[in-house]
């Protein structure tokens, strides 16, 4: 059963840094391509980034462009989102999933809680 867990989650100033994982079980990378989400409070869920399982291409929405960099550690069947220069607004729950778009047949995670506040 494929099954996604993110971690690394929690409060942090603005200007600050997080880097969160999902570790993707029941599956290798090379089989899907891993993207992250967010939801804040009174928002729909938004899709942030993805990467290939193919080449390793990534891609980012605007809103996190520059400042959030995805990346994957085969041996760790893991996925990464280093986040940089924080600010309030992206505040909300973080997950990831088995593709780049929302939709049925795709797995998901459970969410980890990233908190942006001085």
């Known amino acids: 059963q494929v099954q996604l867990v993110e971690s690394g989650g929690g409060w942090v100033q603005p200007g600050g840094s997080l880097k969160l994982s999902c570790v993707l079980s029941?599956?290798?990378?090379?089989?899907?391509?891993i993207g992250w989400f967010r939801e804040a409070p009174g928002k729909q869920r938004e899709g942030l980034s993805c990467i290939s399982s193919r080449d390793g291409k990534s891609h980012y929405a605007d809103s996190i462009r520059g400042r959030f960099t995805i990346s994957r550690d085969h041996a760790k069947n893991t996925v990464y989102l280093q986040m940089n220069s924080l600010n309030t607004e992206d505040t909300a729950v973080y997950y990831c999933?088995?593709?780049?778009?929302?939709?049925?047949?795709?797995?998901w995670g459970q969410g980890t809680q990233v908190t942006v506040s001085s």
């Open positions: 029941g599956a290798t990378l090379d089989e899907y391509v």
């Open positions: 999933a088995t593709d780049c778009l929302q939709g049925p047949g795709v797995y």
